[in-house]
C-alpha cells in the first residue's frame, strides 16, 4: 500500500507498533490478535477509499497531499478537483511537462514545478494561504522527484 501512495506511512508504523508491542511483552496474544483484526479492517477501507472518494489511486495520493485539516464540503471538492486536474495535466495534456528524464534538467524540473504551481493555483480553495499554498505545492513537487529519480509510477 505504501508503493501505491506514500501518504499512507501510519499504517506501517502503526504495525510496526503492533508487533514490538506484542514482542515486548505488553500486549497478550489475544489483545495482539484483536489489534490485528483492527489493522486489517482499517487496511481494507484505505483499500477502498479511492472509491468512495470518485478517485484514482494516484489523484488519490495527490488529494491527500493536498487536503488540509477540517475542509468543508466546498474545499475538499475543490482539492478533489485539483488532484484530478494535476494528474491529468501532467499526464495528458500537451504540451508535455513529464519529458524522459525531466528530473535531470534544470528547466524541465521549472517547467514541471511551474505546471504544479499553475494547476494548483487555478484549482485550490481561496483559504489556502501563501504559506500552506507553497508548503502544499513542495510536497507535491518531492514526490514527483522521488517517482521519477526511482523510476515510479506516473511522475518516472
Keep these: 500500500m505504501l508503493k501505491q501512495n506514500a501518504t499512507r506511512t501510519d499504517f506501517a508504523t502503526r504495525l510496526q507498533g503492533i508487533i514490538d ?18 489493522f486489517a479492517k482499517d487496511l481494507k477501507e484505505e483499500s477502498e477509499r479511492h472509491i ?7 489523484e488519490l495520493e495527490l ?3 493536498l487536503k488540509k485539516d477540517k475542509m468543508n464540503n466546498e474545499e475538499t ?8 486536474s494535476l494528474l491529468h ?17 534544470v528547466q524541465s524540473k521549472g517547467r514541471v514545478r511551474s505546471t504544479v504551481e499553475s494547476v494548483l493555483d487555478t ?9 500552506l499554498f507553497t ?22
Excluded: I
Excluded at 135 to 156: D, H, I, P, R, T
Design 123 to 131: 484549482h485550490l480553495p481561496m483559504s489556502y494561504g501563501r504559506t
Design 52 to 58: 468512495r472518494e470518485d478517485l484514482t489511486e494516484d
Design 89 to 105: 495535466r501532467l499526464r495528458e495534456q500537451h504540451p508535455k511537462v513529464l519529458v524522459q528524464d525531466w528530473f535531470k534538467d
Design 77 to 84: 471538492q475543490k482539492v478533489r478537483l485539483a488532484a484530478k
Design 135 to 156: 508548503e502544499k505545492c513542495n510536497g507535491v513537487f518531492e514526490l514527483m522527484l522521488n517517482y521519477a529519480s526511482q523510476g515510479l509510477k506516473w511522475a518516472a
Design 63 to 65: 488529494f491527500d497531499l
Design 21 to 38: 508491542d506484542y514482542n515486548a511483552g505488553s500486549s497478550s496474544a489475544d489483545n495482539y490478535f484483536e489489534e490485528l483484526v483492527r
